[in-house]
């Protein structure tokens, strides 16, 4: 289920293992899964290029030392016809409900497109799926123009318009830069100051780029020296966070250097632990809120009126359109209401509220089934990549197990995925993100079950050096004659 990393790079591994009876399903009418649906002006991934990619298909053509969302969108379409598994995808077929048939030890999964039967069923719907717009009266009265950042309406003309934005986080920082020249006035609501990172982006030359497809082992090491560069900071993410005030000073010196008005250096001030919510990279975001045309709305959003937006302090302004930057259902992930385990119940009623996986990829009562970034597989520092193909070769040793034991179904341990997740939030005290700021990496109870609060490396080591003992795996049943 999903075209985006996940998907494709799950197809590959499959195919490159020798199974060929694979079917991807994909609600979009083309592959790229986030970098599909998330086109908002300026979009592109703060993970350094030659990281964010397949380790097994390096791209030696990057424009950037960070790839803007067409680049990103077009090399995961070159995947899939390279790899040959373009043929596999199913697209516009959006997945709206899976159950465990327990008489027949398969999946069935009902989609827009009819019904499906599966023997293992992947979940490659990433945490940046579903769209999350915020709880405020009003929303439905508006009489002009909103969107979504992941929604964003390309056929909507900006210029000239009043334009509220709601959020400043990952997408909004990268958007609001870009379409500040374009409107006639931007109220940019601030419910949290981001801490904002100076940004080492830069064009990639003619000349690098022909040395990478020259020598591919220069871009192999660089690769290599970027990711323990970004590993060297779960020393202050989990393990020391007093180690992170280097990084919090240069931050505050960016913002003092970039803005000189003491009043809004006072507005832009984060008000909790370096690292505890997302760190974001930008050169550009606060050269766009000191321009004429654009103000920092710090008391919230309170209302949506017809022709108007309300603030917490009772302040009304009139706006044309209302872009919301709100990010994603990421600790509550959509997956959970549409699958139904051996026991009947969906994964939402299972979790109760925190979502939990062995490894980020196994349910008990959900057996042959494997989620790719799962709960607690999120980064803050690194590549998401690094870790879904880390799931992937988990999740082909399983179905290599499943073979070698002629078994029908696979089902983690109940007593092993509890345990897990004990180390798992035992590992988690003491890390920046338990700091007392509110994050999305915190579900409904307050627990984080969004990152991984280690080092990726020895999350590969669990989930590669497969436990087949951690798991039951059940021999198929002998066919009644005349089947």
């Not at 070159?78 to 596999?88: D, L, T, V």
């Not at 064009?203 to 020259?214: A, N």
């Not at 050169?283 to 008391?299: D, G, I, K, M």
């Not at 089902?411 to 994050?439: A, I």
Request: proline share 7%; hydrophobic share 35%.
């Amino acid at each position: 289920m999903g075209a985006g990393f996940s998907g494709i790079g799950m197809a590959i591994r499959l195919k490159q293992s020798g199974i060929e009876d694979f079917t991807i399903l994909e609600r979009a009418p083309d592959v790229g899964g986030a970098w599909h649906f998330n086109t908002y002006p300026g979009c592109r991934c703060d993970v350094p290029s030659h990281l964010y990619s397949f380790s097994f298909a390096p791209n030696p053509n990057w424009s950037n030392t960070y790839s803007p969302q067409p680049e990103i969108r077009n090399y995961l379409r070159r995947c899939a016809e390279e790899f040959g598994i373009r043929s596999h995808v199913r697209t516009n077929v959006e997945v709206q409900a899976a159950a465990w048939n327990r008489d027949d030890q398969q999946w069935e999964i009902e989609t827009t497109a009819g019904t499906f039967t599966a023997s293992v069923l992947v979940s490659g719907m990433g945490p940046l799926t579903e769209p999350k717009l915020p709880e405020v009266p009003g929303i439905e009265s508006f009489a002009g123009k909103t969107m979504h950042s992941a929604q964003w309406d390309h056929d909507y003309e900006l210029s000239g318009k009043r334009v509220a934005s709601i959020g400043t986080g990952a997408s909004a920082i990268q958007y609001v830069p870009t379409i500040q020249e374009q409107v006639e006035k931007l109220y940019v609501f601030q419910r949290t100051a981001p801490w904002i990172m100076p940004h080492g982006s830069r064009p990639i030359s003619d000349r690098e780029r022909t040395v990478f497809q020259r020598v591919p082992v220069v871009q192999k090491l660089i690769r290599e020296s970027v990711y323990w560069s970004k590993e060297a900071l779960v020393l202050g993410f989990v393990k020391q966070p007093r180690l992170m005030g280097a990084l919090e000073r240069l931050s505050r010196w960016h913002m003092r250097r970039q803005v000189a008005d003491p009043s809004l250096q006072a507005k832009l001030a984060p008000n909790y632990s370096f690292g505890c919510k997302r760190i974001l990279p930008s050169n550009e975001w606060y050269p766009a809120l000191q321009q004429p045309n654009v103000e920092l709305v710090t008391s919230g959003l309170q209302e949506v009126r017809e022709h108007s937006v309300i603030d917490s302090d009772g302040r009304e302004y009139e706006v044309d359109t209302i872009i919301f930057a709100t990010g994603f259902h990421v600790a509550d992930p959509p997956v959970a209401d549409q699958v139904r385990g051996s026991d009947g119940r969906l994964m939402r009623e299972v979790w109760e509220g925190t979502p939990r996986a062995y490894l980020g990829t196994s349910v008990p009562d959900f057996p042959n089934l494997f989620l790719l970034l799962g709960p607690n597989t999120g980064l803050g520092h690194s590549s998401m990549v690094y870790m879904i193909e880390t799931q992937i070769e988990h999740v082909l040793q399983a179905i290599k197990a499943m073979d070698r034991r002629s078994a029908s179904t696979i089902e983690v341990r109940p007593h092993v995925y509890e345990q897990f997740n004990q180390e798992v939030d035992t590992r988690m005290q003491g890390t920046v993100w338990e700091t007392g700021c509110t994050s999305f990496y915190l579900d409904a109870t307050g627990r984080n079950g969004v990152l991984w609060p280690d080092w990726t490396w020895r999350f590969r080591q669990l989930a590669t050096q497969f436990d087949e003992g951690a798991y039951v795996l059940s021999a198929a049943a002998p066919t009644p004659a005349g089947r």
